[in-house]
């Protein structure tokens, strides 16, 4: 499985474009990047996946490289309601056994 | 509304106790999951069963054990076996080769204590 490094916390401010950037050097070419989003006590929450360049949906927008060692996720004009811990996730097809390993995340601290 | 339910959301036994976790799905799911979750960690995996009838071991399976008689229910029951029980269990499923097997829905979490 591809080893996934993040920032363990981050803080923003609301209103602010928040990134937060998480290296996969060893991603396999099948391999596809994945983002989640937790809230305390609660079960992660899909927010965006990708393979390659760009990816946009409503609430958030995924980079990745040409080189695809690292993903990028962004989003615009954070509340406060998006504190939560973030999480990337690299892995193939979850039905052919390739399971997702969750790391520890990002924590994502939203002021007002 | 289609989803993933488990029950129930809290959780008390004694030490020594087996218990199961409940974990419905009506989604349709081919794969289902159980991970693992202490305070302050990300998710590790327990069990996964890809069908009915078939499930292997995840990464810390011991102490635990798990059924998939049916394509909706994954029950996943904590046996006096595992040292450490006490956490927030989280059971997800997602799509086999039908649809976007990339993305896993979960439920809202049990969470056992046990003393």
């Known amino acids: 499985l591809a080893k996934t490094t993040q920032p363990i916390s981050m803080d923003s401010y609301e209103g602010q474009e928040v990134n937060i950037t998480c290296s996969h050097n060893?991603?396999?070419?099948?391999?596809?990047i994945t983002w989640y989003q937790q809230f305390p006590s609660q079960g992660p929450r899909f927010i965006i996946q990708?393979?390659?360049t760009k990816v946009t949906n409503e609430v958030a927008s995924l980079f990745i490289p040409a080189d695809r060692k690292s993903s990028t996720l962004s989003l615009p004009r954070v509340s406060l309601s998006d504190t939560a811990v973030y999480y990337c996730?690299?892995?193939?097809?979850?039905?052919?056994?390739?399971?997702?390993?969750f790391g520890g995340g990002t924590r994502l601290m939203v002021k007002p | 509304d289609g989803g993933i339910t488990q029950s129930p959301k809290y959780l008390f036994r004694k030490e020594g106790q087996n218990v199961t976790l409940s974990c419905e799905q009506n989604?349709?799911?081919?794969?289902m999951y159980w991970y693992r979750q202490d305070p302050g960690q990300g998710l590790r995996l327990i069990y996964y069963?890809?069908?009915?009838?078939?499930?292997q071991k995840g990464d810390i399976a011991e102490g635990y054990s798990v059924s998939r008689e049916k394509k909706e229910s994954f029950p996943l029951t904590v046996t006096s076996a595992q040292k450490n029980p006490t956490a927030f269990y989280l059971c997800?499923?997602?799509?086999?080769?039908?649809?976007?097997?990339?993305?896993?829905?979960f439920g809202p979490g049990t969470r056992l204590t046990v003393t």
């Open positions: 069963s890809q069908i009915v009838n078939d499930f």
């Open positions: 060893n991603i396999a070419t099948n391999d596809y």
């Open positions: 996730l690299v892995g193939g097809l979850v039905w052919a056994g390739n399971m997702l390993t």
């Open positions: 989604l349709n799911h081919d794969a």
């Open positions: 990708g393979y390659k």
């Open positions: 997800a499923s997602s799509f086999g080769t039908s649809g976007n097997s990339y993305e896993q829905y």
